[in-house]
């Protein structure tokens, strides 16, 4: 396995800073997150800057995982869904001027609320089955975020959903903070959910008894990331484990963003080397 930062946790650090930033300090990979507000969207990603991004990543040795799109899934209307898989088609072709050699994975939320999961779910499964025809035709990899207030928000609703759709360019974005906030055991929901993940996403927080929680950059919460890390490496995952940072943390006065990428980098290293997993 392999390290890998988020540049959604870099709102304010241009692409061009944070590809050589991220390696410097010893991250193998880089998630490109697409965000206006962080000077990254699809528009502001032109083919000067694509082709300069693209020097950089090899320049530095640097993947990318994935490419994470800040939208959701599961559309209320023909129009929006439109719009996404305008959007989803648009993220693959970043991936591929890029130059990232093995089949691209665009991630994103699945969307809907968990309180509306049976009106969402036969929605979700069609809108995703027409997203698997899509990443079948230009050749990358879907991969659905479940969210712990989201309409999939656990283990048996990924494998239901994914079940049914039952295509193999639609996968899980595995996210263990929000197994972790619904009450599930790394022992158990990892070996599960591992055999669907196309990505991961990995965080930390503190749960409160009434459901709320605070994120924490990892090692300042509860989620035991060395549990994670050795489940991960035993249920058979080979590729990036992507450190995210939640925006109630880096949306905060006196962040530092290079601290706080340099301070989950020295907690996940040190969680490797105490579950024994050897990175690579």
């Known amino acids: 396995m392999k390290l890998a930062y988020g540049t959604y946790a870099m709102p304010t650090v241009p692409l061009e800073d944070a590809i050589p930033m991220i390696a410097e300090i010893g991250y193998e990979g880089v998630e490109i997150c697409i965000s206006e507000r962080h000077g990254s969207?699809?528009?502001?990603?032109?083919?000067?800057?694509?082709?300069?991004?693209?020097?950089l990543l090899d320049e530095h040795g640097i993947g990318v995982p994935a490419v994470f799109f800040l939208g959701g899934i599961h559309?209320?209307?023909?129009?929006?869904?439109?719009?996404?898989?305008?959007?989803?088609?648009?993220?693959?072709?970043?991936?591929?001027?890029?130059?990232?050699?093995?089949?691209?994975?665009?991630?994103?939320?699945?969307?809907?609320?968990?309180?509306?999961?049976?009106?969402?779910?036969?929605?979700?499964?069609?809108?995703?089955?027409?997203?698997?025809?899509?990443?079948?035709?230009?050749?990358?990899v879907?991969?659905?975020?479940?969210?712990?207030?989201?309409?999939?928000?656990?283990?048996?609703?990924?494998?239901?959903?994914?079940?049914?759709?039952?295509?193999?360019r639609v996968r899980l974005h595995f996210d263990i903070v929000h197994f972790f906030l619904g009450g599930e055991e790394i022992a158990?929901?990892?070996?599960?959910?591992?055999?669907?993940?196309?990505?991961?996403?990995?965080?930390?927080?503190v749960r409160h008894p009434d459901n709320r929680f605070d994120p924490r950059l990892p090692g300042d919460g509860e989620l035991d990331m060395v549990a994670y890390?050795?489940?991960?490496?035993?249920?058979?995952?080979?590729?990036?484990?992507?450190?995210?940072?939640?925006?109630?943390?880096?949306?905060?006065?006196?962040?530092?963003?290079?601290?706080?990428?340099?301070?989950?980098?020295d907690e996940l290293a040190a969680a490797f080397d105490a579950a024994g997993v050897v990175r690579g």
């Not at 969207?41 to 020097?55: I, N, T």
């Not at 283990?155 to 079940?163: A, D, F």
Request: proline share 4%.
């Open 142 to 168: 879907l991969a659905g975020e479940a969210h712990s207030k989201g309409a999939v928000n656990s283990t048996e609703r990924v494998i239901q959903v994914l079940g049914a759709v039952n295509h193999p």
């Open 188 to 205: 158990e929901c990892v070996p599960r959910l591992v055999p669907w993940t196309a990505h991961t996403h990995v965080t930390d927080a």
């Open 75 to 140: 559309a209320p209307d023909d129009e929006t869904h439109r719009a996404n898989l305008e959007s989803i088609s648009g993220c693959a072709q970043l991936a591929r001027d890029l130059g990232i050699s093995e089949t691209p994975v665009v991630a994103l939320g699945f969307g809907g609320g968990s309180d509306a999961w049976e009106t969402v779910r036969p929605r979700l499964i069609d809108q995703l089955g027409e997203l698997g025809e899509l990443a079948e035709r230009e050749d990358f």
């Open 229 to 265: 890390v050795r489940a991960m490496d035993e249920a058979g995952w080979d590729s990036y484990i992507t450190l995210e940072i939640s925006g109630l943390i880096w949306g905060a006065d006196g962040y530092d963003t290079e601290a706080a990428a340099q301070r989950c980098y």
């Open 41 to 55: 969207s699809l528009d502001q990603l032109g083919a000067a800057r694509r082709a300069l991004l693209r020097g």
